[in-house]
């Protein structure tokens, strides 16, 4: 999969037709947690007022860490219910429940995490000795881990753009909260009191801020910055422990367990000023390891299609090019043209009609009629599009294919949203030039100076184990609709790898605004040098 579909599907929760059409609540607000009301520790949902209290499991094992998935359909949990602890997996009813790791990831595990595109749950194992922070596919496969800290780490929260674990670690002396990169890296410190124990990090929707337990003076909830910056006290300092705060979807509440002093634990719920604080279960009964799980939307109508929509057709890691649509919507029914042409030149490649509809949150079409072609053959194509909304960015994204015929995937984005920002300043990330997108291959940077569409700098490459420079090389390009299009010129330092061949290469990057600092992701190729690849980078705050 590459980086730009899997953020698309990372941020598909908060996003997906949020600004595009219609959207329907089909649940309330609620949250799941872990009780002994019934005797042993089972998982339990309620909504946020105390009503439809529902037990989900019903075993004589003990069960905790429930963690709802992005889309609403499955729990993660942590069970002994066959001896040592494991991560299993259930239906949102409570039904269908399988066991996810075996003992080979470790005779203790907890504490799941759901990235947020479902695909993997991040989780604390023993498998290496202390705890530690790994992570597993849902399927089973591609166990690995990610954290290697001198003492343990523990408690993973997942970004929501997926890139980064907030977790806590005791590595010098007292528990501090840290982030790491997903694809690798060293741990930063976000928090720094060397007075409390700081722990159970959890990032808010938007992924500006990051919420945890402060406990050693007495229980409190703490929020800072997503860099560390401005830590400050939410909840106020009680007599007792505090542990697992979660966010509510909208980001303005957060709820959180309490062990008062004499009490047992019980949950508490304050707004994110930190007011209205109220109780939400009586105390009586052990009530812990809480999660938020946020209403299932249902998109019931799609607007906003028409338009034009440029993007690429990858037909392989060094086989691209340029792809655009233009579309008119009357209903669910779609008419329009769709052109292919070189990423080098533009030459047309062919120009197709097309009729299509809007089925769910994808746009089904087929081409009809072959208007221009300058490839000697051609086959027409259908396509199966996710239509999705990033913030201000819209966007098209899917398979393009024909039995018998070479097909492709899809990434368009819409002309009409006009993103004229300032790039200008420093961008840090990855090259990925692997079929799956998912492991980097080298660290790279760019730093643009940005005149009004205009756009000039650098290009960085270096290796990703010791930081050895691959490559320098200067740019110039534009920026315009929301896209970066950029061609390296010259090369001013250079070491590739021996026996390889050093070539400038094309870009073209979306700008995704997150709400925060920006993300750059798209291609980076040459038709006539391999390999190429994809990029993802992020900005650096000054």
């Not at 105390?50 to 729990?75: N, V, W």
């Not at 269908?96 to 203790?108: H, P």
């Not at 290697?148 to 980064?164: H, V």
């Not at 500006?208 to 929020?223: C, D, K, L, M, P």
Request: with cysteine; hydrophobic share 35%; charged share 15%.
């Amino acid at each position: 999969m590459n980086i730009i579909m899997r953020i698309a599907r990372w941020t598909a929760l908060v996003l997906l037709l949020g600004m595009i059409g219609t959207v329907q609540a089909q649940a309330a607000l609620s949250l799941l947690f872990s009780s002994d009301q019934d005797g042993n520790r089972e998982i339990y949902s309620m909504n946020i007022d105390g009503s439809s209290l529902t037990r989900l499991t019903t075993d004589p094992g003990e069960d905790i860490d429930p963690a709802r998935s992005p889309d609403g359909s499955q729990i993660a949990f942590a069970s002994n219910r066959d001896g040592n602890f494991a991560i299993y997996l259930m239906n949102a009813n409570g039904s269908s429940v399988r066991r996810l790791t075996t003992d080979i990831m470790g005779s203790y595990i907890s504490s799941p995490a759901w990235s947020p595109d479902g695909q993997s749950l991040a989780f604390v194992s023993n498998a290496s000795g202390n705890n530690q922070i790994h992570a597993v596919n849902v399927d089973g496969t591609n166990f690995r881990r990610l954290t290697e800290t001198n003492n343990e780490a523990i408690d993973p929260s997942w970004s929501p753009n997926g890139q980064q674990i907030a977790f806590s670690s005791n590595t010098n002396g007292n528990f501090e909260v840290y982030s790491v990169s997903y694809f690798g890296g060293n741990p930063q410190q976000l928090s720094n009191d060397a007075s409390v124990d700081s722990d159970s990090p959890a990032w808010s929707p938007d992924g500006t801020q990051i919420a945890y337990a402060a406990n050693s003076r007495g229980g409190e909830i703490v929020v800072m910055g997503a860099n560390g910056a401005s830590p400050r006290p939410l909840s106020g300092s009680g007599d007792g422990f505090a542990s697992s705060p979660t966010w509510s979807p909208d980001g303005q509440t957060v709820v959180y367990v309490l062990r008062n002093s004499g009490e047992r634990a019980s949950l508490w719920s304050i707004d994110i000023n930190g007011n209205g604080l109220r109780r939400l279960t009586d105390g009586v009964n052990e009530s812990n390891y809480v999660s938020w799980a946020a209403p299932e939307i249902m998109p019931t109508s799609i607007n906003g299609v028409t338009g034009e929509w440029i993007g690429y057709l990858y037909q392989g890691s060094d086989s691209v090019y340029n792809f655009s649509m233009s579309l008119t919507q009357n209903g669910d029914q779609i008419t329009g043209t769709s052109r292919i042409s070189y990423l080098d030149n533009d030459r047309v490649y062919g120009v197709m009609s097309l009729n299509g509809s809007i089925e769910d949150s994808s746009l089904v079409f087929n081409e009809q009629d072959l208007i221009e072609n300058s490839s000697g053959s051609w086959c027409i194509k259908r396509g199966a599009l996710t239509f999705t909304t990033q913030f201000d960015m819209r966007s098209l994204i899917g398979q393009w294919d024909a039995r018998g015929c070479t097909g492709g995937h899809l990434e368009l984005y819409a002309t009409s949203t006009e993103v004229m920002l300032n790039l200008g300043g420093e961008w840090t990330g990855f090259l990925y030039q692997d079929a799956g997108g998912l492991s980097p291959s080298y660290a790279f940077e760019i730093n643009i100076e940005q005149d009004g569409s205009r756009i000039s700098g650098t290009s960085h490459i270096a290796y990703l184990n010791d930081s050895t420079v691959f490559g320098d090389m200067t740019f110039s390009g534009v920026f315009q609709n929301g896209i970066l299009t950029f061609q390296e010129v010259s090369i001013l330092s250079q070491n590739p790898p021996p026996n390889s061949r050093w070539c400038l290469k094309q870009s073209l990057l979306v700008y995704i605004n997150d709400g925060r600092s920006g993300q750059l992701s798209g291609a980076w190729v040459d038709p006539d040098c391999a390999p190429g690849g994809h990029i993802e980078l992020t900005r650096i705050i000054p």
